[in-house]
Nanobody, 122 residues
């Protein structure tokens, strides 16, 4: 498995931007598809975005499509989530995770980071 550490969360006003980063350890990072999920208080963890091993294929939840961009740099073992036009409903703990295939299915992801809090004020 790969160890993952997220960073970049914080407090931002509605309409603002944040960039989340996820650093992976080990030589196998490039063999995993990567995803971002989020969990708001009292709600289930939900899919946000995913990216293929090489970065050529991406997938987004409808709620973030056109506002969020996922990317990765395998040379740096890093996956990014650029979040623009943030809304209060984007407030959640954001997690990055690794899976053997690109998917929105949370059960397919076996390695998870500890999460980073994103708070969007109205």
């Amino acid at each position: 498995q790969v160890q993952l550490v997220e960073s970049g969360g914080g407090l931002v006003q509605a309409g603002g931007s944040l960039r989340l980063s996820c650093a992976g350890s080990g030589r196998t990072f490039s063999t995993y598809c990567m995803g971002w999920f989020r969990q708001a208080p009292g709600k289930e963890r939900e899919f946000v975005a995913a990216i293929s091993r090489g970065g050529s294929v991406t997938s987004y939840a409808d709620s973030v499509k056109g506002r969020f961009t996922i990317s990765r740099d395998n040379a740096k073992n890093t996956v990014l989530l650029q979040m623009n036009s943030l809304k209060p409903e984007d407030t959640a703990v954001y997690y990055c995770a690794a899976a053997p295939r690109i998917t929105a299915d949370v059960e397919a992801f076996g390695s998870w980071g500890q999460g980073t809090q994103v708070t969007v004020s109205s």
